[in-house]
C-alpha cells in the first residue's frame, strides 16, 4: 500500500499566506503607485501662477508722454521724433513739412521694472534725461493687481542763449522738472487707458504772474484695430490760473504701427514741442481757433516717432 504524506499544517498556512500577500501586491503596487502620481501631477496643477498683463501700448510713449509701459530689461531703445508746422499753410509750406523741430534720444531698460533715457531737442536746445520706475504692475492669478502704476521723474535743461544778456541769468534758470504718476489698466487685448497726474516746475516763467508749479491731469487710451495697427490719444488738461501767458491744452491723436523691430507713430497733434514743461505749459494753439478777424484756423500738426529698439544684454534661460 502506497503511503500518502501530508505537510504539517502550520508550514502549509505560513506559505499560501506568504504567496497571497505576493500575488496581491503584485497586482495592486501598480494602481497604487499610478494614484499616487496622479494625485501630485493634481497638487501641483492646482498650484496658482502670476499672469502679468503685457503690451498694453506698443510703445513707451503714448504720442508726447510716456505709456506705463517701459522698454525690456537689456534693451536699448533708440527714438527719432518729428513735429512739423501747423498745416494750415497748406501747398505754400507742404502742409508743414517745411518746418519741423527735431527730438533723437535713446532709452534702455536696466530692469523690468525700472527704465532711463535721455534726449536732445531742436527746440531751445533743450537736454533731458528722465527715470521711469513701474512700483505695480497689474496681475491675476496668484496675484491679483487691477492696474499698473508707475512713476517718472523727468529733467530739462535748456542750453539756447539767454534773450537777456544783460539781466542776471543763473544757471538754475535754464532747469525744469517734471514730476508724474501714470495709473493705466488694459482691460482686454484691444484696449487699455491711463490717466497721468502731472507736476512740472519752472525755475524761470515768461511771466511773473506765471506759477512755477504747474499741474495738470492727463488722459491717455489705446485701441487695437488689427494685429500691428492700433490708434491711439492722449490728452493734458492745464487748470486756469496758473499761466498767465498764452496757452492751450495739448491734444494728439494717431497711430501705432508694429513692423518687426521698429514701431512707427504718426500723429496729429496741437503741441509743437516734445518735452513735458513744453507740450504741457508752452502749446499755444487749439485744434481749431479763431483769429481776430474770426475766421477759422487750425493749429494741426502732423508729427512721428520712429521706435527701434537693440537688445544689448540676452535675457537669462529659466
Request: hydrophobic share 40%.
Amino acid at each position: 500500500m502506497k503511503k500518502i504524506y501530508f505537510l504539517p499544517a502550520k508550514a502549509l498556512t505560513m506559505s499560501s499566506l506568504f504567496a497571497m500577500v505576493l500575488t496581491t501586491a503584485s497586482l495592486f503596487l501598480p494602481q497604487m503607485l499610478l494614484a499616487q502620481d496622479e494625485d501630485l501631477l493634481s497638487l501641483l496643477g492646482d498650484e496658482k501662477t502670476t499672469d502679468y498683463a503685457t503690451a498694453a501700448f506698443k510703445a513707451n510713449r503714448v504720442v508726447n508722454g510716456h505709456s506705463i509701459e517701459n522698454t525690456a530689461k537689456g534693451v536699448l531703445d533708440t527714438k527719432f521724433s518729428h513735429r512739423f508746422s501747423p498745416v494750415r499753410q497748406g501747398l505754400y509750406d507742404m502742409f508743414g513739412l517745411d518746418g519741423a523741430t527735431i527730438r533723437i534720444g535713446a532709452d534702455y531698460g536696466v530692469t523690468d521694472r525700472l527704465m532711463i533715457g535721455f534726449g536732445r531737442n531742436s527746440t531751445e536746445k533743450i537736454i533731458d534725461g528722465f527715470a521711469k520706475y513701474k512700483i505695480l504692475r497689474q496681475c491675476s492669478g496668484a496675484k491679483n493687481i487691477p492696474v499698473t502704476l508707475a512713476y517718472l521723474i523727468d529733467a530739462q535743461i535748456k542750453t539756447v542763449k539767454f534773450s537777456d544778456e544783460d539781466r542776471s541769468n543763473k544757471f538754475s534758470d535754464r532747469l525744469y522738472y517734471t514730476h508724474q504718476l501714470l495709473i493705466g489698466r488694459k482691460f482686454n487685448s484691444r484696449l487699455s487707458l491711463q490717466i497721468m497726474p502731472t507736476l512740472v516746475h519752472r525755475n524761470l516763467t515768461a511771466s511773473p504772474n506765471d506759477k512755477n508749479d504747474v499741474y495738470s491731469i492727463g488722459a491717455a487710451g489705446r485701441i487695437k484695430l488689427t494685429k500691428r495697427l492700433a490708434l491711439n490719444a492722449e490728452y493734458y488738461y492745464v487748470p486756469e490760473g496758473q499761466i498767465e501767458s498764452a496757452y492751450a491744452n495739448s491734444l494728439s491723436i494717431g497711430f501705432d504701427i508694429e513692423t518687426g523691430g521698429h514701431v512707427f507713430q504718426l500723429h496729429f497733434t496741437n503741441s509743437s514741442s516734445m518735452t513735458y514743461k513744453g507740450f504741457i505749459t508752452e502749446t499755444q494753439e487749439d485744434w481749431f481757433f479763431k483769429n481776430g478777424d474770426g475766421g477759422l484756423l487750425t493749429g494741426i500738426r502732423f508729427g512721428f516717432n520712429i521706435s527701434r529698439v537693440f537688445t544689448l544684454v540676452k535675457p537669462r534661460l529659466q
